[in-house]
C-alpha cells in the first residue's frame, strides 16, 4: 500500500490522468450510456502509456469503441487489451 496513490477519479467529468502502465476498470461501463463509455476509453487511451495494459469486467468490451483501433485484445475472454 505504501507503494500506491490512491485518489478519487471520475470518469465522467475529470481529465487524464499521468502516465499509467496499467488499467483496471472493471464493472463500471456497463452502467454508462455509449457518449460516456467512449469518454472513458478515451481518458484510458490518453492516459496509458506505450503498450500499457487495459483490463475490463467480463460483459465489457472495446469492440464497438472508436478506440477499438487503438488497442490489441491479449486475452480476449478475460478482456485484457494493451495500448498499440
Ligand atoms: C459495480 S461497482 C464495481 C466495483 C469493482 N470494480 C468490482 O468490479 O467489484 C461500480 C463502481 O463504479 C464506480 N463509479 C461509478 N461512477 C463512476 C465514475 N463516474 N467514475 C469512476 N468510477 C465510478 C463506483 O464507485 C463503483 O465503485
Known sequence: ???VTF???SLATDSVFSETQLISCRN???YFNKKLQ????GLF?????HRGFLVL???ETLDF???S???VALVKQERIYRKS
Open 1 to 3: 500500500r505504501e507503494n
Open 7 to 9: 485518489a478519487d477519479h
Open 28 to 30: 463500471v461501463l456497463i
Open 38 to 41: 467512449d469518454r472513458a476509453f
Open 45 to 49: 487511451h490518453d492516459s496509458l502509456c
Open 57 to 59: 469486467g467480463s460483459k
Open 65 to 67: 469503441s472508436a478506440y
Open 69 to 71: 483501433k487503438n488497442f
